[in-house]
């Protein structure tokens, strides 16, 4: 059985040629018209995060996919890549 790693033991050994899956807690204040007020858990967590995979990976392609639209555009921002949002969640 693999031993479970967290994100910052990963190296390029474990992850060239390998697809890995990002499970992040997006869940970020609204304001009244579904405008982001505080992205700190989207810039500290999942972008550091997201980076860091990519920074290792083979390809430096990102597929994300998000169900909630006011997150989509932000994480594009922050990532700047293009983020596409999944119409479901299965």
Same mark, same amino acid.
């Given at each position: 059985?693999?031993t479970?790693?967290?994100?910052g033991?990963?190296k390029?050994?474990d992850?060239?040629?390998?697809k890995?899956?990002?499970?992040?807690?997006?869940?970020v204040?609204l304001?009244?018209?579904?405008?982001? %007020?505080?992205? %700190?858990?989207?810039?500290v967590a999942a972008v550091?995060t997201?980076?860091?995979?990519?920074?290792?990976?083979?390809?430096?392609r990102c597929? %994300?996919?998000?169900?909630?639209?006011?997150l989509?555009l932000?994480?594009?921002?922050l990532l700047?890549l293009?983020?596409?949002?999944a119409?479901?969640?299965?």
């Amino acid at each position: 059985m693999a031993t479970k790693k967290s994100v910052g033991t990963l190296k390029e050994a474990d992850l060239k040629s390998k697809k890995v899956l990002v499970r992040a807690d997006l869940n970020v204040p609204l304001d009244d018209n579904f405008n982001i %007020t505080d992205d %700190t858990r989207i810039r500290v967590a999942a972008v550091t995060t997201i980076k860091y995979l990519m920074g290792y990976g083979p390809s430096k392609r990102c597929h %994300t996919n998000i169900q909630f639209k006011p997150l989509v555009l932000r994480l594009s921002e922050l990532l700047g890549l293009r983020v596409m949002m999944a119409n479901d969640c299965i």
